[in-house]
């Protein structure tokens, strides 16, 4: 049997007009729909799978504000067994480092059944409202386990994770004894849709809400004003303009080579 952790994150849909909010520049997550971010569902089926074919139960984890309860509701229609969601407003802003030093917190209290600590820990390989592609690894080093990050295939079996990186110098093979943390690509499944049955189900479902003192963490090691980065100025971006258009009088692919040799493209 195999416990897993997922880690998943609301984020604004990447169709809907985003923004940052004026004073301290952070993201505005009330300016957009909010939908459970599309690498955080394979990373869910993914866990899914493996416990559909090994046994073991499967918790999402997630921090964010009273609305991230919609995705975490998304993440159980899809199977997941409970869920628990870190919510305090001191974590407003708080950088990577600071996520990762909550979440490493949360994944030391929870529980499973007999009270096991988590085998798997899957997640993302990058978020879209952030991109910052790093938590994975900083939760590795604060809780000492090993990663393998970037997967686009992975495997359980006898104690141990295994999983293919794809990257531009081709394919390479990953190993792991549990428990590790893993991260995944958008190559790793197709994730299935909630079924009626599994989104009146998820209504049922266990939800933990913890806050900072739950866990352990000082307020003062969190949050926008105690960040390890700062944005201190940001610009809109101008206005879409009309495109320039070529005219082909059997010269076409000349203007075009032309066009995009000027704005340095090739």
Same mark, same amino acid.
């Given at each position: ?38 690498? !955080? $569902? ?9 416990? %559909? +074919?090994?046994? =073991?139960? &499967?918790?999402?984890?997630? #921090? ?49 059944? !007999? $009270? ?9 390989? %990058? +978020?879209?409202? =952030?991109? &910052?592609?790093?938590?994975? #690894? ?62 009146? +189900? ?65």
């Amino acid at each position: 049997m195999t416990n897993i952790v997922v880690l998943i994150k609301q984020v604004p849909d990447t169709w809907s007009e985003r923004k940052l909010t004026d004073g301290d520049f952070t993201l505005d997550r009330e300016a957009a729909d909010a939908v459970l971010d599309e690498i !955080n $569902e394979r990373a869910v089926e993914e866990a899914l799978l493996i416990k %559909e +074919a090994q046994g =073991g139960e &499967v918790t999402v984890l997630s #921090a964010g504000p009273d609305r991230a309860t919609d995705a975490i509701r998304k993440a159980l229609s899809m199977g997941a067994d409970k869920a628990v969601h870190i919510n305090d407003p001191a974590l407003h802003g708080s950088d990577a480092i600071q996520t990762g030093w909550t979440l490493a917190a949360a994944l030391g209290q929870i529980g499973f059944e !007999n $009270e096991e600590p988590a085998d798997l820990i899957i997640a993302g390989n %990058e +978020a879209t409202d =952030g991109r &910052v592609g790093a938590v994975p #690894a900083i939760i590795a080093e604060y809780l000492g386990i090993p990663q393998l990050t970037q997967l686009r295939k992975l495997t359980v079996a006898e104690g141990k994770v295994t999983g293919e990186r794809e990257t531009d110098e081709g394919i390479f093979g990953l190993e792991a004894t549990l428990p590790a943390i893993v991260s995944v690509t958008e190559k790793i499944n197709e994730p299935r849709f909630p079924s009626f049955k599994g989104i009146m +189900a998820a209504k049922k479902k266990e939800v933990s809400v913890l806050t900072l003192a739950d866990l352990g963490v000082d307020p003062e090691t969190v949050g926008v004003a105690n960040a390890g980065t700062t944005v201190t100025a940001s610009t809109p971006k101008p206005p879409r303009t009309a495109g320039e258009r070529v005219t082909d009088e059997g010269d076409g692919g000349s203007k075009i080579a032309a066009y995009l040799v000027g704005q340095k493209i090739i």
